[in-house]
């Protein structure tokens, strides 16, 4: 099926849209968050990303921030710091089988929990609690804590996702140690069912005390076989 290629006005349209549902849904709040988007040619090229300290929920398209290929700002509101991290998931993903068009960050309440020493300690946010958590999140490594902006975040990030494609098993989504998950996926859209998966999969993590078990490897191995999954 060929892939409906929006325009940069439509893209505008799409992130303030995803980030209303986002924010009247609970998985984000306050001015947490953001969404950016890698643009083609035909688009502009460069960047859209949301403002520094807005809110998700109250996008204005006119305003996002536009920058050039290299990062520097064109137009809209002062861009979000976590630009650096963004453009590093877009160049070390491309040309991978998961390579990021959009990517979402949020501090989803489920997820963070995780992170903070609740019966957790591990390589990967999440075990493999559920087909659909197989599917369509898949591995979730923890990237260790650095405040919010740090250049060696965006380091360490893209040094993970060269590790996960090296082993065949390339990654669409990280876990900052105590700031949230960010996700990507060629749209919006599905940025978000990405980040809706993954919360909800947190949720169910709480929920059983960490005490649900994982799908077994013939489980798995089936879903890589009938799906093609990268787990």
Known sequence: M???????????????????????????HATAGNISV??????????????????????D??????????????????????IALHRQIYFASAGSATAARCIIHTHSTHCVALTL?????????????????VMKVGHVPMISYHRPGDPQAAQEVADVIAKYQSKGKPIRAIMLDRLGPN????????AMAVLEELEETAKLWHLSAGAASELSESAIAELRQTFGVFW
């Open 2 to 28: 060929t892939q409906v290629i929006l325009t940069q006005a439509q893209l505008r349209e799409e992130i303030c849209r995803v980030g209303k549902s986002l924010f009247d849904r609970g998985y984000v």
């Open 38 to 59: 890698k643009l083609d040619e035909e688009q502009g090229g460069g960047f859209l990303i949301t403002p520094t300290d807005a809110c998700l929920g109250f996008l």
């Open 61 to 82: 398209p006119a305003r996002l921030a536009r920058l050039d290929d290299v990062g520097q700002q064109i137009s809209g509101d002062r861009a979000s710091k976590t």
């Open 117 to 133: 020493g609740i019966s957790f300690s591990s390589e990967v946010l999440l075990p493999a609690l559920t087909p659909y958590f």
């Open 183 to 190: 996700v990507w996926h060629d749209s919006p859209a599905a």
